[in-house]
Nanobody, 123 residues
Framework: QVQLVESGGGLVQAGGSLRLSCAASGRTFSTHAMGWFRQAPGKEREFVAGVSLSGGNTYYTSSVKGRFTISRDNAKNTVYLQMNSLKPEDTAVYYC????????????????WGQGTQVTVSS
């Protein structure tokens, strides 16, 4: 069992930055690949970024490449999403998720989810 708690969301102007954190409970964090997803009002939940068990491999959706960076600290049971050059279209609730397999871009393949944190980017 893995419990996930996100933090770090907020309101920021376009071009600004935010750093999201996702703290995991339990001893099995290092055996789970981690992903960040987001969901805007009226839209489906979409994959944003993912990181492998060791942190050595990272994956991004095309719209955030070069602007967002995912990382993990297995000693702290935490995964991060550094978001730079934010745009109004990045506005959404951001969720972290854990998967005992690999990194996937499909939400239904993840085993555990956090409650989400709101990110709002004003123009």
């Amino acid at each position: 069992q893995v419990q996930l708690v996100e933090s770090g969301g907020g309101l920021v102007q376009a071009g600004g930055s935010l750093r999201l954190s996702c703290a995991a409970s339990g001893r099995t964090f290092s055996t789970h690949a981690m992903g960040w997803f987001r969901q805007a009002p009226g839209k489906e939940r979409e994959f944003v970024a993912g990181v492998s068990l060791s942190g050595g491999n990272t994956y991004y959706t095309s719209s955030v490449k070069g602007r967002f960076t995912i990382s993990r600290d297995n000693a702290k049971n935490t995964v991060y999403l550094q978001m730079n050059s934010l745009k109004p279209e990045d506005t959404a609730v951001y969720y972290c998720a854990a998967n005992r397999g690999g990194v996937y871009d499909r939400a239904n393949l993840y085993d555990y989810w956090g409650q989400g944190t709101q990110v709002t980017v004003s123009s």
